[in-house]
């Protein structure tokens, strides 16, 4: 183009480049955002060791079977703020001391919580949570020692109780 002078336009007085270089431009920009967004919440569920936490999980089961040797069974439930929990335990033998609660995220490890449940009375245990805004929790159950385990899922939005158990260990084999 030409101004009305009749000399030619310098090429960045034109609208046409500038729009020409806007795609590749943003495309820039978009992709250092996407870079950072994966780097700054990086998935916690993915682990560079898996077979050696394989080995770990075969070892874990353990003490699913041993709960059910010892037939312990538990309940859990929440309170309708998600604030609290009341676990009510049953077994062959007394349980003796504190439980641990454990609230698993399913896939930010940052918000999973370990609470000590004090015990309140015989197989009736107590403890104050903050269970958020999350719509799904694995619970765990154990005693202070790791000797055995229950485990369920809790989704708030659904109800306010949770059965711990281990129903796979629990069904004979055919």
């Not at 929440?78 to 609660?101: A, C, E, H, I, M």
């Amino acid at each position: 183009m030409q101004n009305p002078t009749g000399a030619p336009r310098p090429w960045y007085k034109d609208r046409w480049p500038w729009l020409l270089m806007a795609g590749p431009f943003l495309a820039v920009v978009a992709g250092i955002i996407t870079f950072r967004i994966a780097v700054v919440t990086a998935d916690d569920m993915v682990t560079d060791d898996y077979y050696k936490r394989g080995k770990d999980i075969n070892l874990e089961l353990g003490r699913d079977k041993v709960a059910i040797q010892l037939g312990i069974d538990a309940q859990a439930m929440f309170s309708d703020d998600g604030q609290s929990v009341r676990v009510l335990t049953t077994s062959k033998t007394p349980l003796q001391g504190d439980l641990v609660l454990t609230l698993l995220h399913p896939t930010r490890q940052q918000d999973d919580q370990h609470v000590t449940l004090t015990r309140q009375g015989d197989n009736i245990y107590q403890a104050r949570i903050n269970a958020g805004n999350a719509k799904h929790w694995y619970v765990r159950l154990e005693d202070k020692a790791g000797k055995w385990r229950l485990q369920g899922e809790w989704r708030p939005g659904e109800s306010a109780m949770v059965q711990l158990g281990n129903p796979k260990l629990e069904q004979p084999a055919q």
